[in-house]
């Protein structure tokens, strides 16, 4: 199916809305984590009872960070890209190469989100 650009437009405005809802999400977790750790050093240091959770709430917490940072700097064209061969091409066919790509990165991070 080909999607009219009417189509594709309500479809990039909901891409980026999700996108910048995800690295709130990201923002929010990141304070989250902080305040965990700071937590988590202040009853270790002056009780010498950390909490038993702290580990493995890192663990997640840092998984939803880089998942929701990905699709923010996508979105926002902000992410590491070495094009030393694309550059040489038409604007075109690097259009067209950079989003094969993200597509192909999308499936690869999705892939290794079900692996986790």
């Known amino acids: 199916m080909v999607l009219n650009k009417k189509g594709f ?3 990039k405005r909901m891409f980026s809305f999700l996108s910048f809802r995800a690295g709130d999400l990201a923002t929010f977790v990141i304070l989250a984590l902080v305040f965990l750790i700071v937590l988590d050093i202040v009853l270790r240091r002056f009780f010498n009872s950390p909490l038993t959770f702290s580990f493995e709430i890192v663990q997640i ?6 998942f929701s940072c990905i699709a923010y700097t996508t979105n926002i064209d902000r992410h590491v890209s070495i ?3 694309i550059s040489r091409f038409s604007p075109g066919a690097q259009k067209i190469i950079n989003h094969v790509m993200d597509v192909l990165c999308a499936l690869f991070f999705g892939l290794l989100g079900l692996m986790v």
């Open 9 to 11: 437009s309500i479809f």
């Open 61 to 66: 917490s840092l998984s939803v960070i880089v």
């Open 83 to 85: 094009d030393v061969f």
